[in-house]
């Protein structure tokens, strides 16, 4: 049977990793060479510990005072697009105490199974990828912070997440190699880290290896369909005969879905990232800054890469550095021996968050046309989850029971 992969992010991969292993012929096709994108060059945390969706209550209120300065961690550029529109008029309603409630069990779910794959692969031979297992700290410098990490420790203990809070002498000493500057941290000791742009380039190379096809730099611009069927996809290139389709576009998974009249709300969330090989400045463990929204990612051994910002824009709208420089001026005010230049702007790596309306992924299979699994939307967690949905979309298709209940993650939940 021939499964037709659209797009070779880590979602599209990991499909192809489960397809490929339970005996399908699998070809993943990709527009562009494979080599960079969204899966890339981001911080690379597999983390139960972020139970809780984009879409929460004051995140509206928050964003619209950080619309105002360049260098904040968020920022919505104001457009009149229909796409946009009803992208943030779903988020808005999202946005409730009740959803943050309703989606924390299913988040744990998948983010947990997805560390347990994750855990599997690196026993993999021919996989690598520098997993650590190292936790997560998460540092806060101010008192409102403080109470909302007392919350989020007692959140996490009622959903069995290990998470402590540390005071700073002790985050100091987890810590030892440089001065940090925070009240305090949270210490989730379940989470982990891997080096994205190596998982990348091994996947690939497994898959490959193993039988997979791929066709890169050709771009899926529709789909043959004859009843409730999908017969193949069309590239600029030709038609592709298919069994089985996976949309797993990321970002743009939003107009090839239209093109089955399926509706699914979502933007790019732009993020950007700096990355020093060989850095002179070191973490234990992954970090991320509260206040400031930045991820600090040891990776490897000897590299660090400093991550942020959440910029709902066009897709092709040009970087702003001064994002880029609002990450490293934060990463300064917690760590003041980090000094780190904004290097030139073919130096900063950009990706594109596929960010659902409700900050929780679609994954399953369409109801209009059922030879059709939907895999997108993840937002800021496709690593964290990414392993997971790769095993969910191969019991997709083979139609066997699912490793977990995925009805909150329904592909038509906005139709
Ligand atoms: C700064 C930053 C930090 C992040 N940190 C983390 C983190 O620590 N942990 C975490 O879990 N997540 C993190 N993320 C989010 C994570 O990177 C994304 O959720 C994930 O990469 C999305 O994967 P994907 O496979 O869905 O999409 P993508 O990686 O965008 O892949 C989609 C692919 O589809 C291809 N494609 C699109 N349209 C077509 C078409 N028509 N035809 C053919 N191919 C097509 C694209 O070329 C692309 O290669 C971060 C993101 C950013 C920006």
Redesign the pocket.
Known sequence: MEVII???????LSSAFYLQQAGYTVTV????D?SD???Y???????PSHFVPLATPGIVRQGLKWMLNPKSPFYIKPSLSSSMISWGLQFMKSATKEHVERSAVPLRDIALLSKQLYEEWAQVPGLDFSYDPQGMLELYNTPENEHHAADTVRDAAALGIKASLIDKATLQQMEPDTEIRALGAVYFPGDAQLY?NQLMRSLQLYLKRNGVLFRGK????GFVTEGNKVKGVK?LGGVYAADHVVV??????R??ARELQLRIPMVG?????VTLENAPYKVRRSVILSEARV?I?PMNGNKIRF???MEITGLNAPPRMQRVQGILESVKRYFPAYDVPLPPADQVW?????CSADGLPHIGNMERYPNVTV??G?????????AATGKLVGELVAGTPTSMNISPFKVERFS
Do not use: F, K, Q
Not at 6 to 12: H, L
Not at 378 to 386: D, E, N, P
């Open positions: 659209i797009g070779g992010g880590i979602i599209g096709i990709d527009r562009t494979l994108g969204c899966s060059g981001n911080a690379g945390y597999i983390c994205p050709e771009e899926v611009t590239t797993a576009a990321g970002v743009w998974s107009e090839l969330g732009r993020g950007y990232s991820a990612s991550g942020g910002t950009y990706g594109y968050r596929p895999a997108t993840h937002s800021m967690l496709g690593i964290s989850l990414g």
